[in-house]
């Protein structure tokens, strides 16, 4: 059984940075959400339908609706609905919304990243070394300074390449990625 998703601080979250509920999944979900408070006469009926209408419209939201919306999903759950089960949402959505603070931190990642080096990246905690047929000996550098440095080696994998029908296949061990771990961040 999957875990349910904590819709509630996912959407406060989204509101906190951008004063507004951008992502489809959400607003899904809190207009469902929305329309379940709205029978179930819980809260202020013109907040609610105000709040609804803002999201619908992907117009900036108040502080105070907000609060309001939370108040009365913490009402919903004292009478035993579960506001994360209330909407249909779809996990490869679910998925893409989880991976946003990935994606917000690419740049900071980017910046250690060499796709073509024998370091493909390397930063305090772990280290990706590629092995090319023609820089062996660049990688047996590479390898023993990652070691001298208490980086230790978790798992490695061979590359792919385009074979002539255009199609990937293994590299027969032209190119093998290993992956570094330094061990004080192991536990």
Known sequence: MSENPDFKNLLIDEYNIHRK?????????????????????????????KLNKKIEKNKKLDKEEVEHFVSCL??????????????????????IMRNNDLIERNAEYKEYWDKNGVIVFKNERIAILKRFQTAVVEFIIAYDDLTKEGYRLMTHHEGTRWNASGKFEASGGETTYFYFQKMKYVQ
């Open 74 to 95: 913490r009402i919903m759950k004292e009478k035993n609905v579960d506001p994360n089960l209330a909407a249909p949402i779809m996990g490869k959505r679910l998925k």
């Open 21 to 49: 509920i951008q992502s489809e999944e959400l607003k899904e979900w809190a207009q469902y959400t929305l329309g379940k408070i709205f029978a179930m006469k819980i809260g202020n009926n013109q907040i609610i339908e």
